[in-house]
């Protein structure tokens, strides 16, 4: 039993050494969690119109329905796939795998003083929802109002995983068993993206 317990405490420390480095990348963009289902009404556009013999009739029998989507974060997707390029295997990885992402987030504009620099006091760790972005981190003058989205960390890993699973990098989010997700505030100098290191475990 001691060494039964002590086998399964070593395989709660990961070791760095028994993995086998695969990639590793940096994904520019504004990283962004898994949507949540949503639900929509649609129109019904046919419902025993064969039986009718009027528009008025025919309008009568249009009914709505409720139907489930999930909305896709198209433009970090499309982020992913561009960095990605050129590293998608002949055949998507099919074996235990440690995956390590480091998100970069733009920093609120409450996080800088008046004459724009960092306040000292400033946060490192990414840890509230949307929020609004400051104009030294804003693409246009238009985002200076916009928002920018954190989310929850298994939300972002969720998007990235189903996103390489797209792409045919691994033939399954199940393959991985062994990672560590960190979520932080771009520190001076520091483009928002994501640091992406992919590991095959022995």
Not at 106 to 119: C, F, I, K, M, T
Not at 155 to 175: A, F, Q, Y
Request: contains cysteine; charged residues 25%.
């Amino acid at each position: 039993m001691m060494a039964e317990a002590l086998l399964i405490n070593d395989l709660y420390q990961p070791d760095p050494e028994t993995a086998q480095p695969l990639l590793s990348v940096f994904i520019p963009g504004d990283p962004q969690p898994a949507a949540r289902p949503r639900a929509r009404v649609m129109p019904h556009a046919f419902k025993a119109c064969f039986r009718c013999f009027s528009a008025q009739e025919w309008l009568k029998t249009i009914g709505r329905y409720v139907q489930m989507y999930v909305p896709v974060q198209k433009a970090w997707r499309d982020a992913i796939g561009a960095a990605l390029h050129g590293h998608i295997p002949p055949e998507p990885f099919d074996f235990p795998i440690r995956v390590d992402e480091m998100f970069y987030f733009r920093r609120p504009q409450s996080h800088y003083r008046a004459n724009g620099d960092l306040r000292p006091d400033a946060p490192i760790w990414q840890t509230s929802g949307r929020t609004r972005i400051h104009a030294a981190h804003a693409k246009n003058r238009r985002s200076k109002a916009g928002t920018t989205s954190g989310g929850d960390r298994d939300n972002l890993e969720k998007e990235v995983l189903d996103t390489l699973v797209d792409l045919k990098l691994l033939r399954d989010d199940s393959l991985v068993c062994d990672g560590r997700v960190r979520k932080l505030y771009c520190p001076p100098g520091q483009a928002p993206g994501l640091m992406l290191e992919l590991a095959q475990l022995e």
